[in-house]
């Protein structure tokens, strides 16, 4: 089983910063996937960053170039850097992990971008 805890959330004023972390423990296995989501009120979740392990990245059309995923191996953390921060990008941050085939979630941390 994996425990995945995210931090790092909170209120953000337009085009600010903020650097979401989550720490995985448990049973883990090498070679694996870790993912960020989100999910805004009355949406579906989404996913927004992904890193495997070679280091390989991909993003979501909506936060290409603000926002940076990367991992930390031998801590088992992926961080999530979210720079020129817009309204929209407001949302539960979710922190998901898989290995051996199994999908972890973390509980989630809200990010609310406003003035």
């Known amino acids: 089983q994996v425990h995945l805890a995210e931090s790092g959330g909170g209120l953000v004023q337009p085009g600010g910063s903020l650097r979401l972390s989550c720490a995985a423990s448990?049973?883990?296995?090498?070679?694996?996937?870790m993912d960020w989501f989100r999910q805004a009120p009355g949406k579906q979740r989404e996913l927004v960053a992904t890193?495997?392990?070679?280091?390989?990245?991909h993003y979501a059309d909506s936060v290409k170039g603000r926002f940076t995923i990367s991992r930390d191996n031998a801590e088992n953390t992926v961080y999530l850097q979210m720079d020129s921060l817009k309204p929209e990008d407001t949302a539960v941050y979710y922190c998901?992990?898989?290995?051996?085939?199994?999908?972890?979630w973390g509980q989630g941390t809200q990010v609310t971008v406003s003035s």
């Open positions: 998901s992990m898989v290995t051996n085939s199994v999908r972890s």
């Open positions: 448990g049973r883990i296995f090498p070679g694996y996937t």
């Open positions: 890193i495997i392990t070679g280091g390989s990245t």
